[in-house]
């Protein structure tokens, strides 16, 4: 690698990991119950580290960075704004995954299999949460529990 392309990557490694750090305590919020202002953040620390990767050709960092932002705007937008334990544990999971993968604790391959389950556990949960939104939008009027006091 030529020096400025070392200084770069250093550059990107460090500000990943101080980027992440963020992450983890704004994930820690949301498992209490938070404003829509800590999902902002969250997704805005995302979006960045998305960015970042593009800008030093990292493809695969890129596009777990920016699913995870895509998520967590999802998890905003759909109001889950107390999340269960599931929603937060798959949040922090994610960041430690990256966090082992970029120290070295963890082997790409392991990091590569692992990310693509997550990925796929957020298109499960974002699958559900749109098949619930339409069940309760889809129910007929005048059909009980519709709040319209018919029957």
């Not at 590569?112 to 559900?128: C, H, M, N, P, Q």
Request: hydrophobic residues 35%; glycine residues 6%; negative net charge.
């Amino acid at each position: 690698m030529k020096s400025r392309e070392v200084s770069l990557m250093e550059a990107y490694e460090t500000e990943t990991l101080a980027r992440l750090s963020r992450c983890e305590g704004l994930a820690a919020h949301m498992y209490l119950g938070c404003d829509r202002g800590v999902y902002d953040q969250l997704h805005q620390e995302f979006d960045s580290l998305s960015s970042a990767a593009r800008a030093v050709d990292r493809s695969h960092e890129e596009v777990f960075f920016f699913e995870l932002a895509r998520y967590i705007r999802f998890l905003r937008d759909a109001r889950v704004l107390d999340m269960d334990g599931y929603e937060h544990a798959l949040i922090t999971f994610s960041i430690s995954l990256y966090r082992q993968y970029s120290t070295g604790e963890i082997p790409r391959a392991t990091y590569a299999k692992a990310a693509a389950t997550v990925l796929s556990a957020f298109e499960d949960i974002r699958a559900g949460v749109q098949a619930l939104e339409r069940s309760q939008t889809d129910t007929p009027r005048g059909t009980p529990n519709d709040g319209s006091g018919h029957e």
